[in-house]
């Protein structure tokens, strides 16, 4: 009886699923309808969590890597009552709480926004990571378990071997992840595409592997269980699940595991919705309800989820009883407040490299902030996060002691992982590499600047000054790209991504601020490996580049009106001031020189100050080691930009910045031009 039972809530997730995409007519209802048994034994027999307080930071985490199978979510968070079955009849309409893919929203029970295939688990997999971390710290009182759903196309995803080397690498036994295999994916069947040995794969990865019947609710009991008592690897399910369970055709004939199911509404392919809402025992007519047998059954699980959770909440109050000081930090942690920070007595080289600069920000924070961790690509040494992992630990198998995480060559992967760590909560992570593998970066930037989660993003080797690498190594259209996300606003109406490029040792203490203090996005530090001059300053550097926080500011200025102002970012700040020299000493002219680290936080100040630092009527010339377009929103109509119309050289960057006009000399000649 019970499994009978279970069986037809199994249904109503299908046919729910299904409907959605058929009045939508829009979506992909046969992977949902093979899935509906796995989230349903998961969410009614496994998943802790409290119906009445859906951000409970002890809560076990889903993470839905499968986001175009987000109608088996919404229809199995609607017998949980996080959905309205308005909501769900209006799936992918304006203003419906319920989108195409998901989207962010704890309050519902979703975990993450996915679509991107591979990101969702990976995302997870990072969230297991900050748990291990909250656990070494607190102890096993903040322990949760991690779930996560990937499908044929996440497993094909490269990311998924970032994602499943690191997991099995550090032995996060707190995760389950379930892999709906259907050999089903939107075009084809997937023995055109592959013919890997998964469960092999991810063995040799140190995982904890099952093969089972997917849509078998006792297999799907024992193998969850499973997963949960190896405590020592993550876990993988493999459960072969058919694709469209329970499709029929007109006739009433199964029409189920068919490539057409994946990605169109029952109606539009061979199957009949009418007979297949009728098989599963729906009401074609009005497909959008709980059953009642369904709807008693998950209000009896509620009830066992608000009494659980009660009982952890009472267990967790006796140990902020005994362990006030925890306690205190902890709250402080998930709260997001940071620490009080002495910026100014961070100690700065004179002259130096920006990512120097960035690495003795590090240091200082190190053993400061407690919560922050540190991720990098192999290159710790090259992008001075090691002056952080000097003061701490890398994360091993077991043991969570340390700040760091070594994420090999995994640039994707590691942007990935940490934006599950923000996800999760609790936690401040930075991941660093060369500024010109940001690319690889894009997409997980993409989604956690969608999701408006803060992570920080370091990145040297700015320019084409990296030299004798060659253009391989040296960025020139990467910046143009991240600053469109400065362009780019949020659903909260913020800026997408806070991007800055420091232009001292200064303007990078300052700039590390920022990122810090910026809670709803993304933050990108983009550094020099080479050494540059500091700016002038008329007293304490510092406190003048404490401007920066505008985004740009006034470094140097004449009596009365400008006849000029030059404006840059970065390296190239400091011969635009080489450069003013020679245009007062040679030809008397009046100059400004403005540094904009981020034009983006620059439009967010009012109209007035924008003006009073790059007035519109003045003549403004722009410097930059990349696109001209990087800079020609402040330079104006009046303006002219200096910048790369093309990839760079392998040489000396000396000789680059002679090659390619990047000379006080060049400054002095362009102005003239400019000015006629």
Known sequence: MENNLSLRAADNIRILSAAMVEKAQSGHPGGPMGGADFTHILYSEFLEFDPNDMQWPLRDRFYLDAGHMSAM??????????YSLEDITNFRQWGSPTPGHPEVDFERGIENTSGPLGLGHTFGIGSAIAERFLVNRFSEAVAH?????????????????????????????????????????????????????????????????????GNDHDALRAAIKAGIAETDRPSLIIGKTTMGKGVRKEDGSAFEGEVELHGKP??????????????????????????????????????????????????????????????????????????EINWGEIAQKENDATRNASGNVLAYLAGKLENLIVASADLSNSDKTDSFLKKTTAF????????FLQAGVAELTMAALATGMSLHGGIIPVCATF??????????????????????????????RVGEDGPTHQ???????????????????????LAMRPADVHETTICWKLALENRHSPAGLIL??????????????????????????????CEGTPEVILVANGSEVATLVAGAAKLMAEKNLKVRIVSAPSEGLFRNQSVDYQETVLPSDVPTFGLTAGLPVTMRGLVGTRGKVWGLNHFGYSAPFKVLDEKFGFTAENVYNQVLDLLG
């Open 528 to 557: 020099s490996r080479q050494n540059i001059t500091d700016l002038p300053a008329e007293s304490s550097r510092f406190a003048e580049a404490s401007q920066a926080e505008r985004g740009a500011y006034i470094v140097q200025n």
């Open 266 to 339: 029952l109606g539009q392919s061979n199957a009949s919705f009418a007979k297949t809402i009728e098989g599963l025992g729906g009401d074609p007519a009005n497909p959008f309800q709980i059953f009642p047998d369904v709807a008693e059954y998950y209000a009896k699980v509620l009830d066992q989820k608000r009494s659980s959770a009660a009982a952890r909440k009472a267990e967790f109050s006796a140990w902020e009883k005994a362990n006030v000081d925890h306690a205190v930090k902890l709250a402080t942690w998930l709260s997001g407040t940071l620490p």
């Open 73 to 82: 979510l919404y229809a199995q968070q609607t017998l949980l009552g996080n």
């Open 475 to 497: 960025p020139v259209e990467q910046e143009a790209q991240l600053r469109l996300l400065e362009q780019l606003q949020n659903h909260s109406g913020h800026n997408s991504f």
């Open 396 to 403: 091993t198998k077991g043991d969570f002691s340390g700040s």
């Open 435 to 464: 500024f010109a593998f940001s690319d690889y970066m894009k997409p997980a930037i993409r989604v956690a600047a969608l999701m408006e989660k803060q992570v920080i993003f370091v990145w040297t080797h700015d320019a084409f």
């Open 145 to 213: 378990r991690t779930y996560l759903y990937i499908s044929d196309g996440g497993v094909q995803e490269e990311i998924s071997q970032g994602a499943g080397r690191i997991a099995g690498f550090l032995g996060l036994g707190n995760i389950v992840m379930f892999y709906d295999a259907n050999d089903i994916q939107l075009s084809t069947e997937v023995n055109a595409v592959t013919n890997e040995d998964t469960a092999m794969k991810y063995e040799a990865w140190h995982w904890h592997v099952q093969t089972i019947d």
